[in-house]
């Protein structure tokens, strides 16, 4: 019966770290950051508490962990790639279906992740600020583009931020009510809706002098 923690003592300091974010990001979206302890996330790992404290001098420094592996992770460069291949080409319509197609992907994969942040904004905690200041490096050059297209007369004029949370929102929107609090009942696929709001997006981001528009 003892084997298993001994298993557990001999796994590598980077691979224990992951394995401790991972539980926490379980409980975390479980039960939110203050009805979660250290305790129980040892327990839940399978180690004694002071090896969480060990890799994680607080709570909060764990959280914060967590935060950091899912904003400034390689996949965050790679789909940040992507994005500026559309923003070199100005192809509005390819780059806001990107985001609205990867901000509902994200709802459905990584659910726990949306869960925790909700847990974190609703309890008041400073670490939803953290998520959202994390989360601004990610932003700026989509506000940036935005910004340049509606100089160039591509787009409407208006706040550029203002016009990302429209695009970000109403994906977030429909994410949330199908993966997150599994209240949507709509029998159409995802791509279907993302085709909706995007036919609704453009229409409203281009406006009358706008369409046919040159790139």
């Not at 009510?177 to 949507?184: E, F, H, L, S």
Request: charged fraction near 25%; aromatic fraction near 8%; include cysteine.
């Amino acid at each position: 019966m003892k084997q298993p923690a001994a298993i557990h003592s001999r796994l590598p300091a980077e691979q224990r770290r992951l394995n401790l974010i991972e539980t926490a990001i379980d409980l975390f979206s479980r039960k939110g950051f203050s009805g979660t302890t250290t305790k129980e996330i040892a327990a839940a790992a399978g180690v004694t508490e002071a090896i969480v404290f060990r890799h994680f001098a607080t709570k909060k420094d764990l959280y914060t962990a967590i935060l950091e592996r899912k904003l400034k992770g390689e996949n965050v460069e790679t789909w940040m790639a992507k994005a500026q291949a559309f923003m070199d080409q100005r192809d509005d319509e390819g780059l806001f279906r990107f985001l609205v197609s990867q901000i509902i992907e994200q709802c459905g994969k990584e659910s726990r992740f949306e869960r925790l942040v909700l847990f974190a904004a609703l309890e008041g905690q400073e670490l939803a600020v953290m998520h959202a200041q994390l989360a601004t490096p990610i932003a700026r050059p989509f506000i940036d583009y935005i910004a340049r297209r509606q100089r160039a007369g591509a787009l409407r004029k208006g706040d550029p931020g203002a016009i990302l949370m429209a695009i970000a929102g109403l994906a977030k929107f429909y994410g949330a009510q199908k993966y997150i609090y599994r209240v949507c009942e709509s029998s159409l696929s995802d791509k279907a809706v993302i085709d909706t709001l995007m036919n609704i997006l453009m229409d409203g981001l281009r406006g009358k002098r706008s369409k046919g528009e040159s790139k």
